[in-house]
């Protein structure tokens, strides 16, 4: 059996009709007959009923296309696999974010990536709402929070710790809070994907659902505002870790550890991978695992 045979028969069969396939395989439309013509005559069995615009399969060739299309699809699975790893990885790569873990986190493992890989173009969507991940065509998301979609696979990338925290000033006008509790007797700031704040001491926890004066979506917004003096916040460390060393920051409630927050990276769930994704989350986990033992 010549196997270029069986795969114009599946290129007949997938597009529906010996004119379709020869446009698509840039052959002529005779060309594509006598070839199905001669799978037919090497088998035995005639497979399909057919006219220049339509085709209809026999029981035969039913059967035939079930069981060889798995079988192509997975060999031209193996031929792009082995072409993406011996190949210079190119091609247009989709990663959505937030906005501050990307400012004070990604961005840099995003430019470093360009930079070992020059030529795989990076289109990055910074947003802090979700966005419709299929629609959008993207390649790679980054979410905050224990994230689940289905046909999605989600990767725990590392675990962000918060600090509660206020600015000289408004300690200096309101008092320093002891415990979680007494928080209900300040001015609160607080990011809209985290309105409650959760603390734990030992086996004691303790939730916080204050009345906010101001809430946003923005992490570094949330910071420059208790900066400011206009309250208390509770963020991820990479967003105050400056404040806190410059001094324009002060660490609350060391006794209280407010409960950290997963970062997941999430993609598409298929049997095959792009090498271009692929060298991404490989080289994105390998950052994580640095960050997270240095």
């Given amino acids: 059996m010549n196997y270029q ?11 529906g009709s010996f004119l379709s396939a020869s446009e698509a395989l840039s052959v002529p439309t005779s060309t594509v007959s006598r070839k199905v013509q001669q799978l037919e ?22 059967k035939f296309y079930n069981r ?19 190949a210079e990885p190119s091609g247009l790569l989709r990663v959505t974010a937030p906005v501050s873990l990307t400012n004070d986190l990604l961005a840099e493992w995003f430019f470093k990536f360009m930079e070992r890989f020059p ?24 979410r905050i929070g224990d994230v689940r979609m289905p046909n999605w696979i989600s990767r725990p990338l590392l675990e962000s710790s918060f600090s509660v925290c206020a600015s ?17 007797q300040h001015t609160l700031i607080v990011t809209r994907r985290n309105p409650v704040w959760s603390f734990s001491q030992g086996d004691e ?12 979506d923005e992490l570094n917004i949330a910071a420059r505002a208790a900066e400011n003096g206009l309250g208390i916040v509770n963020l991820p460390d990479y967003v105050v870790t400056k404040s806190l060393a410059a001094g324009r ?20 769930e298929r049997k095959y991978i792009p090498g271009k994704v692929r060298l991404f989350i490989e080289f994105v986990m390998f950052h994580a695992n640095e960050r997270r033992f240095n």
């Fill in 205 to 216: 926890m303790v939730r916080i659902d204050g009345d906010a004066r101001m809430k946003v």
């Fill in 41 to 62: 005559k090497d088998l035995g069995y005639k497979l399909m009923h057919r006219s220049a615009r339509k085709m209809v399969l026999t029981e035969a060739g039913v």
């Fill in 249 to 268: 920051l002060q660490k609350l409630m060391p006794d209280w550890q407010p409960h950290p927050r997963e970062v997941h990276m999430l993609y598409p």
């Fill in 119 to 142: 030529r795989i173009n990076l289109e990055l969507i910074v947003v802090n709402r979700n966005i419709d991940l299929v629609e959008e065509g993207i390649d790679v998301a980054f």
């Fill in 168 to 184: 000289e000033d408004y300690l200096l006008r309101r008092g320093a809070p002891k415990h979680p509790q007494d928080l209900y």
């Fill in 5 to 15: 045979d069986l795969f114009i028969f599946l290129k007949v069969v997938e597009r």
């Fill in 68 to 86: 060889c299309q798995p079988l192509f699809n997975e060999l031209e699975s193996a031929a792009k696999e082995l072409d993406d790893e011996l």
